[in-house]
């Protein structure tokens, strides 16, 4: 066996760690736009909006956030 093929497990599994550890980090960025669809907010759209395009900053994460949490949680229908 050649030393390519004894490394093709290693790269996937750096592969799907990568992956995994990229995809926590969108899940952190995004929390203020999950938090205003999860509450139902009326201005969740533009949150996410500031999310996306600002989220990158500690400002632009903390604009998004207030008005995400700002507001009484809409009413579940039952």
């Known amino acids: 066996m050649s030393a390519s093929t004894d490394r093709g497990v290693g790269d ?3 592969y799907v760690v990568t992956g995994l550890i990229a ?4 899940a952190v960025h995004l ?3 999950l938090t205003a669809f999860n509450r139902g907010a009326d201005n ?3 949150v996410l909006v500031v999310n996306v395009v600002l989220g990158a900053t500690f400002l632009g994460r ?3 956030l207030v008005p995400a949490l700002r507001g009484p949680r809409a009413p579940s229908v039952m």
Request: hydrophobic letters at 55%; glycine letters at 12%.
């Open 12 to 14: 996937r599994v750096e």
């Open 23 to 26: 995809l926590a980090g969108m």
């Open 31 to 33: 929390v203020p736009s």
């Open 44 to 46: 969740r759209w533009l």
């Open 62 to 64: 903390g604009v998004a």
